[in-house]
């Protein structure tokens, strides 16, 4: 049960911040009893004062009493019902802004390790929680609480009868919470093959290119029909028990009715009871029976949400990004406050770093100095460790020991918008949306205007095929730019990080699609507007035209120095220019 509570500690918070909405459902449901059993009352003073005893001054009072009881009860519900869609939807709204944050605050390294597409799913997991949240459990506890008011005044009718319905109801009450909390473990489970499953779907959607160029559509059935199949069987399963509260629920409903129904014959027999008084009670049973008739839904929707709030509560269990600081700094670029760009001077002090799980350090006391306006290429063979390297001054990887300075201090000691708007980083991995390529170079910042987005792309080669598009700038591309080359795609990339007009600028062999000519003028654009640069050369040309060059092989830096020296000496760096020419 312990478990159980953790897993929604998260949104906790949420509950605790609509407690009003919840709070006004108390005097509603209250309220909602009344005409219940006036309702009950006057049916059973029309049984017993006007059918059998023949009062003819009772028919019409009863009849009005009937009227505006029922009235009433419908107007009571009507508010109850839309009190109950503001929460679900306050709940949904509160809960997917928080997972989002959430996400967006967890390292870079959560990521790499974790599949995109099931981290991604949690954002809608919101949805479904609010949903149940509200409509079974919120709903369940109301008719809850009105059964257990109507089943304390019924006393008042057949205290034998109450004692019986409250028998078949707590057991009905007990069984299902019993049946829930054994099933905790293997509901977080189906959640988590669930979302696996609709993960490796999305990574098929978004390789489909490379899936059906070397026809590997069954390949990827089977790896998805794996994962599907896991589920499927675990879906059974629960169903099997939600099939057991169904049938203990009706089974339960029947025999609740008809020993009612045979017991008050009995008491009406022994002059205990009045035949008006088992109708009313008859009346008030339809309100007692209907937790016990709703306990399968309650039952299926704790399984649910206990299998969606535990796939949340994992990412609440991470530990967050303590660079990432621009969620709660919102407020400050909306109101234009502009934020302190750094010179450029960076400091790599006797960093270390070692991957999640790893035994070794990829890299052992790297030490760097780059002034502020200098271009360094980082060389070196595959798995050298030039893409992590890049990645861990760009903020995404933390080194394991030792310290980056920016201008003399640690990220920390900056501020997150000044850090973002000071180092821009262009990775391999490129990512077009389907917008214009205004929102594509901007990534929808309202700080940055189409004119300014086009002048960033003319420094990254993009402006004769913006000319040559009828709507230019605003232009929309296809899903992921599919209807771009890869070099167009490339130069859009470096554009985004241009137009921000950084001091640092990162690039991650985000040049390797472009020919000679093309990433020599890109390159000469982007040292011409002051920039400290730092790149991964995918190809030697990058490292030749730079102003420092350093060499790595197995996270060890094995040369370093201006090109030109480096050219002249035996060595690595050598080599790599020899098997390039060749």
């Not at 990432?324 to 406050?337: I, N, P, Q, T, Y």
């Not at 170079?441 to 598009?469: G, K, V």
């Amino acid at each position: 049960m312990n478990k159980l509570i953790n897993s929604f500690r998260w949104i906790f918070p949420i509950l605790i911040r609509y407690n009003k909405g919840f709070l006004l459902l108390i005097p509603i449901s209250l309220a909602v009893t009344i005409p219940t059993l006036i309702i009950a009352g006057s049916s059973s003073q029309f049984i017993d004062g006007y059918l059998l005893n023949v009062r003819d001054n009772f028919a019409i009072p009863i009849a009005w009493l009937l009227l505006i009881s029922t009235l009433v009860m419908v107007a009571l519900l009507a508010i109850q019902s839309v009190v109950l869609v503001r929460i679900e939807a306050f709940i949904i709204k509160s809960a997917s802004v928080r997972i989002f944050k959430r996400i967006f605050s967890l390292p870079y390294s959560y990521f790499a390790v974790n599949p995109s597409g099931e981290t991604a799913g949690r954002i809608g997991l919101a949805l479904q929680v609010g949903q149940q949240l509200v409509t079974q459990v919120t709903g369940f506890a109301i008719v809850l609480v009105r059964a257990l008011i109507v089943l304390t005044f019924s006393l008042i009718i057949s205290p034998q009868l109450t004692i019986l319905s409250t028998i078949i109801l707590v057991t009905n009450v007990t069984l299902s919470f019993y049946i829930t909390s054994k099933r905790e473990a293997a509901n977080r489970e189906l959640a988590v093959n669930k979302g696996l499953a609709e993960g490796e779907g999305l990574n098929a959607v978004a390789n489909i290119e490379s899936i059906k160029a070397s026809a590997l559509e069954s390949e990827f059935f089977k790896s998805w029909a794996s994962i599907f199949g896991k589920s499927v069987n675990q879906q059974q399963n629960q169903s099997f028990y939600n099939a057991i509260g169904s049938m203990i629920s009706t089974v339960s409903s029947f025999l609740l009715q008809t020993l009612v129904v045979i017991l008050g014959g009995f008491l009406i027999l022994d002059g205990k009871l009045s035949l008006g008084s088992l109708v009313a009670y008859q009346f008030l049973l339809s309100t007692i029976i209907t937790p016990i008739n709703q306990i399968p839904q309650l039952v299926s929707a704790l399984q649910t949400l206990s299998g969606l709030s535990g796939r949340i509560s994992l990412l609440f269990s991470e530990t967050t990004e303590s660079y990432v600081k621009s969620l709660d700094e919102d407020k400050s670029r909306e109101s234009g406050v502009a934020a302190i760009k750094l010179t450029g001077d960076l400091k790599i002090d006797n960093i270390s770093f070692r991957y999640e799980g790893a035994k070794n350090d990829l890299f052992e006391d790297i030490t760097i100095e780059i002034p502020a306006g200098n271009h360094l290429a980082i060389v070196g063979g595959s798995g050298s460790g030039k893409s992590t390297l890049i990645k861990i001054i760009a903020g995404l990887y933390h080194p394991t020991n030792g310290m980056i300075r920016y201008d003399g201090i640690s990220w920390e000691e900056h501020t997150d918008l000044t850090m973002r708007q000071t180092i821009a980083y262009v990775p391999q991995d490129m990512f077009l949306f389907s917008d214009t390529l205004h929102h594509n170079i901007s990534l929808w910042d309202p700080r940055f205007t189409p004119q300014e987005c086009y002048e960033a792309a003319s420094l990254a080669l993009m402006q004769n095929e913006i000319d040559s598009y009828p709507l230019g700038i605003q232009r929309t591309l296809n899903d992921n730019g599919s209807d771009l080359s890869g070099g167009q795609k490339q130069r859009i990339e470096i554009a985004r990080g241009l137009v921000r007009k950084p001091t640092i600028m990162l690039i991650d062999e985000g040049t390797s699609a472009l020919d000679d000519y093309t990433e020599k003028a890109v390159m000469e654009n982007i040292k011409s507007v002051k920039t400290t640069l730092v790149t991964v050369a995918h190809r030697m040309h990058s490292a030749e035209i730079s102003d420092y060059v350093i060499v790595l092989d197995k996270g060890k830096i094995v040369q370093k120095g201006p090109p030109d020296l480096l050219r002249n000496q035996p060595g690595r760096y050598s080599e790599l220019l020899k098997a390039e020419e060749a």
